[in-house]
């Protein structure tokens, strides 16, 4: 019997209705119950338990997985929660299916963004640990530097979030455009490296993710080949989908 419970995320992933962080989220927030009950972070559900989330009812059955390539345009927000926001992503794709974002695009940015129903491909693409590269391409308010282009790739110590940025591969495009290949994905972090250097983002599309390239008009989007899927698959197979801490080396006897 032990063997069949899983963590509630995990079951609310692998039923295909989100991912495990947006799962903890709806936990959070009360907005799941198991057999009528709202549950505690970490809950454990047996397959005989009715889990349901804002009252409708889930399967823990696996869905056939979806995998979109979605050219986002500027103004619409990367949400699952169409109550709140009234240019939501799932409203403005209208996909039969449910379907969530695989990482984010802030409403002032346009370009690809990854959308499924597969949970478990989440974090393997979004965790920096697994180095995986996104790139923009961005134009600023000023004549790019040879130093802001050293300053960008070398990593920028990010005060409000404690952190530096990993070091980066930055190419100067024109005089006001430069290319940025990143595998990490912090709030707003190109804009933030930006305004640090004194910068301002005037634009901002990202045109890849891993192997995935932007190729649709804006605002429309379309499923993976079976070729990128199959090239996507094997860069991330050996992707961690959470933190793994480094195991402690056993002291000598």
Do not use: W
């Amino acid at each position: 019997m032990s063997e069949d419970l899983k963590r509630l995320n995990k079951y609310l992933s692998e039923a295909g209705y989100c991912s495990r962080r947006e799962a903890d989220r709806l936990i959070d927030a009360g907005r799941v119950t198991v057999n009528g009950s709202v549950p505690e972070m970490g809950t454990k559900v047996a397959p005989k338990d009715i889990v349901r989330v804002d009252g409708q009812t889930i399967s823990g059955k696996r869905n056939d997985f979806v995998y979109l390539a979605f050219n986002k345009p500027v103004g619409i927000v990367c949400t699952t929660d169409t109550r709140v926001e009234k240019d939501n992503i799932i409203d403005f794709i209208n996909y039969p299916k449910r379907i969530f974002p695989i990482g984010r695009l802030d409403k002032p940015s346009e370009g690809l963004i990854l959308l499924t129903n597969d949970g478990d491909i989440v974090n393997k693409i979004l965790r920096a640990s697994n180095n995986h590269e996104k790139e923009y391409i961005v134009t600023v308010d000023k004549p790019i530097s040879q130093t802001f282009i050293e300053r960008m790739s070398g990593g920028i110590y990010l005060e409000d979030l404690g952190q530096r940025t990993k070091k980066c591969e930055v190419t100067k495009i024109d005089r006001y455009t430069f290319s940025i290949i990143l595998t990490q994905g912090l709030n707003r972090q190109i804009r933030r490296m930006c305004e640090y250097l004194n910068y301002e983002v005037q634009t901002l599309k990202r045109i890849r993710i891993m192997n995935i390239k932007l190729n649709i008009n804006l605002g429309t989007y379309r499923e993976l080949t079976k070729e990128e899927f199959k090239e996507l698959s094997n860069l991330i197979k050996d992707s961690k989908k959470t933190f793994q801490p480094k195991q402690k080396r056993n002291p000598k006897r």
